[in-house]
């Protein structure tokens, strides 16, 4: 049986084009209020911001919750967002909400990219959305660096469906060797073959000759290869995070490249190498 709620302003729900100054009077009315939200995380609204700048804001149906007073029990960085792009957003409003309800908020699980790619109707959605968030980290040079702002599900959507086919064949052939030596992860695999063919224009045949010759079994002709296959071989087992193994698939390819002594690899790195370009 329900219950019907006991209150005495039901909720209302409308739509607005919260501007800048709004926003800011929203947020000054909540802190007068004495409402106490969670702390602000900059880089969420730093992304909010680039988004709604960029005019990719969508209205989806998420909501900014207000009180019977008018503060804010949901949506502050979304507001704050909106005025660190001093860019009006489209929204869903919810109002009269009653204030006990905050810690009932968002306790529900939120789609991640590989949900929003599985609804799309994505072939080893899991993986690629994997490797998609790797090409972001190698892109920005920070694949060891946990607390990089992860792309949203829209961002990794849209890098996939434009690169559909060679996301598709890149994942077709890393997966059957990832899966079964474990020596790198498909999102390590797959995202430097992108990289290197995509961003700097490296043929197909060298950088798939490079990348399963060095998570394959078998003894590999190219010295640089085997010389990486060996060295991932040992510590397929071990606890070294991926992050060294990548920085390691690094050094075997510049060396490779520039056809220099075949390097020392190591279990630390005080920064994260980056490819040789063409």
Known sequence: MTKEIETNEKPKHCLMNITPAMA?????????????????????VTRFAKIMAEHGWMLNGETIVLDKDGGVIDGQ??????????????????????????????????????QALQIDGV???????????????????????????????????????????????????VYPLTHANRMLTPRTAGSVMYYLINDLGYDWDSVESFITGAISEDTHPDEYVNAL????????????????????????????????????????????????QV
């Open 123 to 173: 072939k080893y959605n899991t993986q690629i959305a994997s490797i998609i968030h790797g090409v972001h980290l190698i892109r920005n040079n920070t694949f060891k660096n946990v607390e990089l702002i992860p792309m949203t599900n829209t961002e990794v959507t849209e890098e996939y469906h434009e690169h559909a086919e060679m996301y598709q064949r890149i994942i077709t052939t």
């Open 77 to 114: 960085h979304r507001l704050h967002a909106c005025i660190k792009a001093n860019t009006p957003f489209a929204t869903s409003v919810i109002k009269n909400i009653d204030r006990k309800t905050f810690t009932t908020i968002n306790c529900g699980h939120s789609r991640n990219a590989a």
């Open 229 to 276: 296959r060996k060295w991932l071989f040992r510590n397929a087992k071990t606890n070294i995070r991926e992050s060294i193994k990548y920085c390691n698939v690094v050094l075997a390819w510049n060396a490779m490249v520039k056809q220099t002594r075949i390097p020392k690899f190591k279990d630390t790195f005080d920064e994260i190498p980056t490819f040789v």
């Open 24 to 44: 800011s009077a929203m947020l000054k009315k909540t802190e007068m209020l004495g409402i106490t939200n969670r702390r602000i995380n900059q880089k969420w």
